[in-house]
């Protein structure tokens, strides 16, 4: 499948997902509830009733979509001739396993959090929070290498630079003309 058509697949995906979060039946309690003191104010109360179920289902879609969309739109970005290598391509599904990989282990172990049981802290936080905080901050990292590691092959080649020396030299020429 061409990029430019599983981009396109991806928009209509988060776009049915979120056609499905407006159709299906909402938990109780999803918004919250007024909170006894504050009256202003809601808070989630307690159980995993307006956690689990279809829109933990369908958040966890949506979440692997938009890291299908993000991935997508940077190989877009290191495209030749509107093509990619198998070593890019291989390169990209990586970063996507890895990420995704983060992005469900942190929903896992929200769902685990929320059912009640033992409630496991990983340096202070409570894991969930803490796979969100120190696994999704990272997971970027290895596309960070990427780039800055392929930048000259990828982004802005030693062709590229020719020509952009070549449109500035035109340029010069027609300003020193007038």
Not at 9 to 14: C, H, I, S
Not at 86 to 98: E, N, Y
Not at 104 to 130: C, D, E, K, V
Request: glycine share 10%.
């Amino acid at each position: 499948m061409k990029l430019p058509w599983l981009l396109a697949a991806l928009a209509f995906g988060m776009c049915g997902v979120m056609v499905a979060t407006l159709i299906l039946d909402k938990p109780d309690n999803a918004a919250g509830v007024v909170h006894p003191t504050y009256a202003p104010m809601r808070h989630g109360g307690a159980g995993v009733e307006r956690h689990g179920g279809a829109p933990f289902v369908v958040g966890t879609i949506y979440g692997v979509l938009i890291i299908g969309m993000l991935v997508g739109l940077m190989a877009l970005g290191a495209r030749k001739a509107g093509r990619l290598s198998p070593r890019t391509i291989a390169a990209f599904s990586i970063g996507f396993l890895l990420h995704v990989g983060v992005f469900l282990t942190m929903m896992i172990s929200y769902r685990a959090y929320m059912q009640g049981g033992a409630r496991p802290q990983f340096l202070a936080l409570p894991l969930p929070t803490a796979w969100m905080i120190y696994g999704l901050w990272a997971a970027p990292v290895f596309f960070i290498v990427l780039y800055a590691t392929a930048f000259d092959r990828w982004t802005y080649t030693d062709a590229d630079r020719a020509r952009f020396a070549e449109l500035l030299a035109a340029r010069a020429d027609r300003e020193s003309a007038r």
